[in-house]
């Protein structure tokens, strides 16, 4: 079975500070995706970024980065220059894809991230 | 506009009733998903729908069923509603190999 853990329930970080958002993961697939999502109060579910597990290099995307570290089973999210908008949860999530196209994304509890002016 | 459209966005129902939600997936997606957002559940994988077929199962209750139809949109049907049910559905859609692209939810809510 796959488990996504975020152990940071809340973060306060002041603006333009970066701020590392944890999560680590369990699977015995060796081949899996991993996924960040920001859920804003308005509730939808908005892509950040995306790491592969046969991904040589760390994914980044704008101010987002994915600090992927296999042997530990993490992949941190990292906003750089932390902006009141990027205030929001923040979900992890993995995907493992069998042969047969069956897939889920199975996701960790969140991160609620409160930048302050 | 993330290209997966869920209609109703809000529904206000009460104990015992039975309520449809719909999906549009991406176009050009074949897969489509169902998500249960509460806050004691988190967020939970219901089901997967592959180009019309069921793929894949996660905790979805029997009082719930899901469909994908030929046009590729997808309905997610609750019936005998508990208060319980009350929550955020997600649908997502995807191509084979690519990401997930979440819709805005409907949120139901049971009285």
Redesign the interface.
């Known amino acids: 079975a796959q488990k996504i853990t975020q152990t940071q329930p809340g973060m306060f970080v002041q603006e333009k500070e970066a701020v590392t958002l944890d999560c680590t993961y369990d699977t015995s697939d060796p081949s899996y995706g991993l996924?960040w999502?920001k859920q804003p109060s308005s509730?939808?579910?908005?892509?950040l970024i995306?790491q592969g597990s046969y991904d040589q290099q760390n994914a980044t995307e704008g101010r987002y980065s994915l600090n992927f570290q296999k042997a530990r089973k993490s992949a941190n999210l990292v906003i750089s220059a932390s902006q009141l908008g990027d205030s929001a949860m923040y979900?992890c999530?993995m995907?493992v894809r069998s042969n047969?196209?069956?897939?889920?994304?199975?996701?960790?509890?969140?991160t609620r991230l409160t930048i302050i002016p | 506009d993330s290209g997966v459209t869920q209609t109703p966005k809000h529904l206000i129902t009460a104990t015992g009733q039975r309520v449809t939600l719909r999906c549009s997936p991406r176009s050009g997606d074949l897969s489509v998903y169902w998500y249960q957002q509460s806050l004691d559940q988190g967020l939970q994988f219901l089901i997967q729908y592959y180009n019309g077929e069921e793929r894949a199962k996660g905790n979805i209750l029997e009082r719930f069923s899901a469909q994908q139809f030929p046009d590729l949109h997808s309905e997610l049907n609750l019936s005998s509603l508990e208060l319980g049910d009350s929550a955020l559905y997600f649908c997502a859609s995807s191509t084979r190999g690519g990401g997930y692209t979440f819709g805005s939810g409907t949120r139901l809510t049971v009285v």
Do not use: D, P, V
């Not at chain 1, 509730?43 to 892509?47: L, V």
């Not at chain 1, 196209?101 to 199975?106: F, I, Q, S």
């Open positions: 996924f999502y509730g939808e579910m908005i892509f995306y979900f999530a995907r047969f196209g069956n897939e889920k994304l199975t996701f960790g509890t969140g």
